[in-house]
């Protein structure tokens, strides 16, 4: 991976998550792939919703815009996530286009979220970011910081759907994904979007519920 067959990459990493799933003990139908596929255009795009592919990633609201509104009329039955970081100024737009928000990490977004899903009256899937390994200048609230967030969301009735942490680079992974999933437990918190390219497996073995995955999708970014 990857291959330079869309299909067949796509085929291979649903059956290494399956894989990975069924060794935790987990039902493979619990993760869900999310297919990143920013920077690629629609061409790059197509040959994996042909294979079966419905649920993509982009990272820019702006790139979002300008390359799905055409393919979802082609492709019927689209989900779409956001899984960069938002400005509060384009919340109004990310709440038309997208069906789950990955990147919400602090108060100020929050509430400018909540306006625009009030003003829509549509209610996208919200994933707290959280910036698991305490890095400087990383997006995601600070571990402590939680707590306060989460009851932010919920209060302004966001439809908190789960946590979402990108671990620090070039280091093992899986005690930021245990940790992740040991803050969603004692939160109540119901998913995990966790694990890329490099670690989606260890991610689905801790727990992740959703992973996003690009180049081992679509080759390298150019
Ligand atoms: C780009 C990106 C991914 C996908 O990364 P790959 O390593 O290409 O799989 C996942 N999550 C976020 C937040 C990203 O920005």
């Given amino acids: 991976m990857p291959s330079d067959d869309p299909a067949q990459a796509l085929a291979a990493i649903r059956a290494a ?12 139908g619990d993760v869900t792939l999310i ?3 920013k920077t690629h255009a629609a061409e790059a795009i197509e040959p994996l919703l042909a294979a079966g592919q419905r649920v993509f990633g982009e990272n820019r609201v702006q790139e979002a815009e300008a390359k799905w509104p055409d393919l979802r009329a082609r492709w019927p039955g689209v ?3 956001l899984v960069g970081q938002l400005q509060s100024n ?3 737009e990310a709440v038309a286009l997208f069906d789950a928000i990955h990147s919400v990490d602090r108060p100020s977004l929050i509430s400018a979220l909540a306006k625009a899903m009030d003003r829509q009256g549509k209610r ?6 959280v910036n698991i390994g305490d890095e400087p200048q990383k997006g995601g609230c600070a571990v402590a910081d939680l707590p306060a967030l989460l009851a932010a969301a919920r209060a302004a009735d966001l439809p908190v759907a789960g946590l979402m942490a990108v ?4 280091v093992e992974p899986a ?6 999933a040991k803050l969603a437990r004692d939160h109540d918190v119901p998913g995990l979007s966790m694990g890329m390219s490099a670690d989606f497996e260890t991610a689905v073995t ?7 995955v690009g180049s081992a999708l679509f080759g390298a970014r150019g």
Avoid: N
Avoid at 124 to 129: G, K, R, T, V
Avoid at 206 to 212: I, K
């Fill in 35 to 37: 297919a990143v596929s």
């Fill in 175 to 180: 005690p930021y994904f245990a940790l992740l």
């Fill in 167 to 170: 671990p620090p680079a070039a």
């Fill in 90 to 92: 384009k919340a109004e």
């Fill in 17 to 28: 998550i399956d894989h990975s799933a069924r060794l935790a003990r987990r039902e493979p």
């Fill in 124 to 129: 996208p899937d919200c994933f707290l970011q």
């Fill in 206 to 212: 801790l727990g992740a519920t959703h992973v996003r």
């Fill in 79 to 81: 989900t779409l996530h």
